[in-house]
């Protein structure tokens, strides 16, 4: 079965600063993988997905994530974070058949930008 | 306006009292979910619905059923609620399929007490 890691529960950055939100999937094939971003009291919003060519996709709010199939991972990279990125990051997965349109989410990872 | 509405936003609910959740999307989006989010467990889907009356169990089915009448419209129900299905539930909507933008509301957060 296909699962999603997110190793970090919580990440503190200050302001300005890069920022890499790690991310690790099994699964025996390459299936379609995501970033989702939840702002407090709302729901989750797609910051950019990957499906295959370019390993580094672009998303909003200039965020970007590489793909890795060597380490089976999908992490999500920023050059300098604004007070405003603080929310909490889903990495999640689909399958590219069978399970239709299924994803798989990871626990989230917890970002609070300082000052 | 692509929205996904979720009614109500907070509801208090005795044990073994019946609970319904709405949702509602304007997109004519062909599948829609249920989802409840935990502290520290992600996301995990309750059901999933490919069209009207075409309706599927995900993840954690036991204590839940959901209704799909309309295209726009997913409920889901909890008959005789617990305390442990004290949680905060989102729906989702996408077009059908696989790898497709889910599109979620804004959830709605249940205590069972």
């Known amino acids: 079965a296909q699962s999603v890691t997110q190793p970090d529960a919580r990440v503190t950055v200050s302001e300005g600063a890069s920022l890499q939100l790690r991310c690790k999937y099994s699964?025996?094939?390459?299936?379609?993988l995501f970033w989702y971003v939840q702002y407090p009291r709302q729901g989750l919003q797609l910051l950019l997905k990957?499906?295959?060519?370019?390993?580094v996709v672009q998303g909003v709010n200039s965020f970007e994530a590489e793909f890795s199939k060597s380490n089976s991972s999908f992490h999500l990279q920023k050059a300098s974070v604004h007070w405003s990125d603080s929310a909490v990051y889903f990495c999640?997965?689909?399958?590219?058949?069978?399970?239709?349109?299924?994803?798989?989410f990871g626990a989230g990872t917890r970002l609070a930008v300082c000052p | 306006d692509m929205k996904v509405t979720q009614m109500p936003r907070y509801l208090i609910k005795r044990m073994g009292e019946n609970v319904l959740l709405e949702c509602g999307q304007d997109?004519?989006?062909?599948?829609m979910y249920w989802y409840r989010q935990d502290p520290g467990l992600g996301l995990q889907l309750i059901y999933i619905?490919?069209?009207?009356?075409?309706?599927s169990e995900g993840d954690i089915p036991k204590g839940y059923r959901v209704s799909r009448k309309k295209r726009e419209h997913f409920s889901l129900i909890l008959d005789s609620a617990k305390t442990n299905q004290t949680s905060v539930y989102f729906c989702?909507?996408?077009?059908?399929?696989?790898?497709?933008?889910?599109?979620f509301g804004e959830g709605s957060r249940l205590i069972v007490v």
């Open positions: 699964y025996s094939a390459t299936p379609y």
């Open positions: 619905s490919y069209d009207v009356d075409s309706n």
């Open positions: 990957y499906y295959s060519g370019d390993p």
């Open positions: 989702a909507s996408s077009r059908g399929n696989s790898g497709n933008t889910l599109y």
């Open positions: 997109m004519s989006h062909e599948t």
């Open positions: 999640a997965l689909a399958l590219l058949s069978g399970s239709f349109n299924k994803l798989t």
